[in-house]
């Protein structure tokens, strides 16, 4: 292990790993897409057969949508965006994109804790982005109330908990609008222009991360790190999936 990694390996405080061994002991991990039974020490959660279906994504550039495989950076320059970087666990397809529709419209809750701790710990190993706040992207409350609950905010949160560090709901989306997967490009943009409104203390100079479940045109994320991006904060953002851009 390279000693930058066992630096930020060391963040995460004693007490947030062993109520994480508590609650694998508990409540013993299931793999994510077919729900079976693994090992309480996995730190994986998909079982063996499940892995081969699962294609790991990374950093990718937030201009452009060019993977970065090898966590260099993309010649697009994204620093000079309110979006400094992305990364997601994987590509919005197959059997992922199963497992995010039973997270995000069939009321699996329980799904949002492994999501959570595995992308936190994976933003550990393989970014050096070292956020100090977590922000999730919102819902309007009338369909917040809809669906029961928040997924972005639940992954958020466990995000948080994985990298130890503080949930910070600074944005809030006051105004109901159609949801984003039903309209074209240029109407996510358009849809979400302006959606959001910042509502919390201050935090200038602070590096935070932006949760969202689904990176897909990236509207959203685009406008909620905008919002962020004007009161001063350095944004980067992270999603379980997300799609990949057409050449």
């Not at 809750?109 to 933003?123: K, M, Y």
Request: hydrophobic share 40%; net charge positive.
């Amino acid at each position: 292990m390279l000693p930058d990694q066992q630096l930020k390996k060391s963040r995460r405080p004693p007490g947030r790993r062993r109520t994480g061994l508590f609650w694998r002991l508990l409540f013993p991990p299931r793999c994510l897409l077919c729900r079976r039974l693994l090992a309480a020490s996995s730190t994986v959660p998909l079982c063996g057969g499940c892995r081969a279906l699962f294609t790991p994504a990374g950093l990718f550039c937030p201009r452009c949508g060019k993977e970065l495989l090898s966590g260099q950076p993309c010649s697009c320059a994204p620093e000079i965006l309110p979006l400094r970087g992305l990364f997601a666990l994987s590509r919005y397809e197959g059997p992922w994109r199963q497992m995010l529709h039973r997270f995000k419209f069939r009321g699996e809750r329980a799904l949002a804790r492994p999501l959570g701790n595995w992308l936190g710990r994976l933003l550990e190993e393989e970014t050096d982005w070292r956020p100090e706040l977590v922000v999730p992207v919102p819902l309007h409350r009338h369909r917040e109330e809809e669906r029961g609950y928040n997924q972005s905010y639940l992954l958020a949160r466990f995000t948080a908990e994985a990298l130890g560090i503080s949930l910070q709901p600074l944005l809030v989306r006051p105004e109901a609008a159609p949801a984003q997967s039903s309209l074209s490009y240029s109407r996510r943009l358009e849809n979400v222009h302006g959606a959001f409104l910042y509502r919390g203390k201050p935090y200038p100079g602070k590096r935070a991360l932006l949760v969202d479940d689904i990176y897909s045109t990236g509207a959203t994320m685009q406008e909620a790190a905008a919002v962020l991006h004007h009161r001063e904060l350095i944004v980067f953002g992270a999603a379980a999936a997300y799609t990949p851009r057409l050449s």
